[in-house]
């Protein structure tokens, strides 16, 4: 009775929840003008590979400071800043044409940045110089 009860009852079930878990899914239907974008360091050539996620595709490589470390997104913005460890400053691009739009210098060998919630601020860890630069979103300038 108890084999019965496995084939018949279990076995079905597990292989539903199989199939559920590992079933193919669409990506969601979006208008031919959405695009989302992964942004890619490389940092021996100095560029930044701009990869169209709905195609997985490279779409632009764009030039930026030396050895590029670190990436992260302001949303309030839509921009990407790209910290530059060798050039010591952080590369602002535009994220609706994918370019570059600014180059703001911050103190020695920055390594990583973060961007504040509201947006207003993104916070650059500097490994070479052991402080903090503070990057006000509507200047080019290092906040004191």
Known sequence: MRKLLLIVVLLPLAAAAGWWYFHE?????SGPLYREYAYITNGKSNTVTVIDLR????????????????????????????????????????????????????????YFLDVSPDGHRAYVANSGSANVSVLPSSTSTIAP
Do not use: M
């Open 55 to 110: 195609t997985f595709q490279p779409v632009r490589t764009l030039s930026v400071g030396t050895e590029p470390t670190g990436v992260a997104a302001n949303p309030k913005r839509n921009e990407i800043y790209v910290v530059n460890a060798g050039s010591s400053n952080v590369s602002i691009i535009d994220a609706e044409q994918n370019k570059v739009v600014a180059t703001i210098g911050v103190h020695g060998r920055p």
């Open 25 to 29: 899914r669409s990506l969601p239907a």
